[in-house]
């Protein structure tokens, strides 16, 4: 999949495309612990990236500046 473009890609698109390359950065031989806060760290991205509160912002392009300030901020 070619890389997603700032200036046009939603922060959905954005997001949903982060949340699904992330198992397939893990290797297999990780620590076990490692993987745990991986996973609880994917999952805590996850809840933020999807609150209803990101809904509007989810809805622009990832360069415009958030049109809801919320107070959730994630990189």
Not at 7 to 18: L, P, Q, V
Request: net charge negative; hydrophobic share 40%.
């Amino acid at each position: 999949m070619p890389p997603l473009d700032p200036a046009t890609a939603t922060r959905a698109e954005f997001n949903n495309n982060y949340i699904n390359e992330l198992p397939t950065i893990v290797p297999s031989d990780a620590h076990p612990q490692w993987k745990r806060l991986f996973n609880a760290n994917t999952a805590l991205f996850k809840a933020l990236a999807e609150d209803p509160a990101m809904a509007e912002n989810n809805t622009q392009t990832f360069n415009t500046p958030a049109a809801k300030k919320n107070g959730q901020y994630f990189a």
